[in-house]
T-cell receptor, first 112, second 114 residues
Framework: GDSVTQMEGPVTLSEEAFLTINCTYT??????LFWYVQYPGEGLQLLLK?????DKGSNKGFEATYRKETTSFHLEKGSVQVSDSAVYFC???????????FGTGTSLTVIP | EPEVTQTPSHQVTQMGQEVILRCVPI?????FYWYRQILGQKVEFLVS????????KSEIFDDQFSVERPDGSNFTLKIRSTKLEDSAMYFC????????????FGPGTRLTVT
């Protein structure tokens, strides 16, 4: 079946540190891949997406590359800020389907 | 910027009681969803709704659950007789187009069944 496995948290980093949150997937079809972010008290917001292999999604300094050979979509940011503290969710949607499959979420705390 | 809203933010209910969770999707969207997240677990799909009917549902969405779009703006999830294991965060989502496009999520309703 379709599923997403996401790096366990919580993750605590100092400001300006490098961030990687791992995400791997299993899909029966050809998926589109997403990262969502949830700030405290808010809904899930789309952070970035990629719809085909080797695509790189990017937004607000975050990047993730769709790697079909390793079935991965790892989230990276070169220099995190305190304002990046949130929960990050990896998700996939298979082209012929409708629902999203999510990972468990990774809580990130950035300390000054 | 338009957003999905959900009420209440937190609902506490006793086992066996009925609850209705409410959502107001983005106004021109046509596809509506409910997801839930039990603490520490994955966000799980419950149901999708389009053109006034369920288009897809998961194994979790059994006869105790129902959805409705009672008017042009609200989208509700009803749990007929709550169980302890229904305690979770429930997210509503909507989108305007079919296919693998992003869904827009509300802030969630935390349901606690005692």
């Amino acid at each position: 079946g379709d599923s997403v496995t996401q790096m366990e948290g919580p993750v605590t980093l100092s400001e300006e540190a490098f961030l990687t949150i791992n995400c791997t997937y299993t899909a029966t079809g050809y998926p589109s891949l997403f990262w969502y972010v949830q700030y405290p008290g808010e809904g899930l917001q789309l952070l970035l997406k990629a719809t085909k292999a080797d695509d790189k999604g990017s937004n607000k300094g975050f990047e993730a590359t769709y790697r079909k050979e390793t079935t991965s979509f790892h989230l990276e940011k070169g220099s995190v800020q305190v304002s990046d503290s949130a929960v990050y969710f990896c998700a996939l949607s298979v082209n012929t389907g409708n629902q999203f499959y999510f990972g468990t979420g990774t809580s990130l705390t950035v300390i000054p | 910027e338009p957003e999905v809203t959900q009420t209440p933010s937190h609902q506490v209910t006793q086992m066996g009681q009925e609850v209705i969770l409410r959502c107001v999707p983005i106004s021109n969207h046509l596809y509506f969803y409910w997801y839930r997240q039990i603490l520490g677990q994955k966000v799980e799909f419950l149901v999708s709704f389009y053109n006034n009917e369920i288009s897809e549902k998961s194994e979790i969405f059994d006869d105790q659950f129902s959805v409705e779009r009672p008017d042009g703006s609200n989208f509700t999830l009803k749990i007929r007789s709550t169980k302890l294991e229904d305690s979770a965060m429930y997210f509503c989502a909507s989108r305007g187009e079919p296919g693998p496009y992003e869904q827009y999520f509300g802030p969630g309703t935390r349901l606690t069944v005692t």
